[in-house]
């Protein structure tokens, strides 16, 4: 079985993929994640007091959705530390369109297909379901690869 | 009927200043992977500050914690929610946004709006700087009916 964090730099509470079902090295990857009120996000208890106040936000779906992207080839080339190695910074999105609102006891399907590979620069598209329902769907996600150390200088020059 | 025990009594919706989209009226942003307040500061403006105890630190990364692009996002949809043209605005689509550097602790980040309504939906593109430094641009589509 692929532990995710053998793969990803992503640490809790940001560690928002559980478990690979299926993968094709740098192309496509299918990886579940489930949502659960035991989140930091969750803990005001006041956030959960009706169904639609419960609702995920949408920019962790779509962060879970990239970190699944993050596996496609990170099965092959492992970052689990963000300070060594080369890392995956993402660029743009186009096109997230949502369907409907998740809420905790729901299972995230994530499929992620690589739309186009150009030297360090990747393209993946894909949509995230639950129980068979389409949830959001990612028209485009660019990413770029890049050795560790560009993040260390960025970091280091906010720093000074 | 949510009850918001920590918001001022004489801060209302809408008020520039000081209001906090976690804990506004709609409840809508309730649940949110960022802790502080996103403040009103101008009629098409919000502002952040990213506090080195934000949760997502702990874990984005370990020992080298960066503010993640996807909370800038969010911070670019709860300023967005803060200034719409209509109340009960749900959101539709990320028709586009590019991440152009990153953000740390201790950064201020300062989100300019601008509403336009396309057909259906309304659409807001929001522009976010930390100090001189463009970090995103977001567009964001809206429907009526609810939030989320």
Not at chain 1, 8 to 18: A, C, E, G, I, K
Not at chain 1, 142 to 160: C, F, I, N, S
Not at chain 2, 119 to 131: D, K, Y
């Amino acid at each position: 079985m692929i532990d995710v964090a053998d793969i990803l730099p992503h640490r809790y509470p940001m560690l928002l993929v559980d478990r690979v079902l299926d993968i094709e090295p740098g192309r496509r990857v299918t990886a579940v994640k489930a949502i659960t009120r035991n989140e930091p996000w969750y803990a005001d208890a006041a956030a959960v007091s009706s169904s639609d106040g419960a609702a995920y936000p949408p920019a962790l779906l779509v962060e879970s959705w990239a970190q699944a992207a993050g596996l496609v080839f990170g099965i092959e080339q492992p970052n689990p530390d963000v300070l060594a190695g080369r890392v995956m910074l993402l660029g743009s999105l186009s096109d997230v369109e949502f369907h409907r609102p998740v809420l905790p006891g729901d299972v995230l399907e994530h499929r992620v297909r690589v739309a186009r590979a150009v030297g360090e620069t990747v393209i993946f598209e894909g949509e995230c379901v639950v129980g068979g329902e389409l949830v959001f769907t990612v028209s485009r996600m660019v990413v770029a690869y890049r050795p560790a150390g560009v993040l260390r200088e960025a970091g280091g020059e906010q720093r000074t | 009927m949510t009850v918001h025990l920590d918001r001022p009594a004489e801060v209302g919706p809408g008020q520039p200043g000081a209001v906090d989209a976690v804990r506004d009226d709609t409840g809508a942003r309730a649940v949110s992977p960022v802790a502080g307040a996103v403040h009103r500061t101008g009629p098409a403006e919000v502002t952040f500050t990213v506090s080195a105890d934000e949760p997502v630190f702990a874990g984005h990364y370990p020992n080298f914690p960066i503010f993640p692009g996807m909370c800038v996002l969010e911070i670019a949809h709860r300023g967005a929610l803060l200034t719409a043209p209509e109340p009960g605005l749900a959101l539709a689509a990320m028709k586009s946004a590019r991440f152009t550097a990153p953000v740390f602790a201790g950064d201020r980040l300062t989100v300019a709006v601008d509403w336009k309504r396309d057909r259906e939906r309304w659409t807001c593109v929001a522009r976010a700087r930390a100090g001189d430094r463009d970090v995103a641009v977001v567009r964001l589509d809206y429907r009526a009916g609810g939030d989320r």
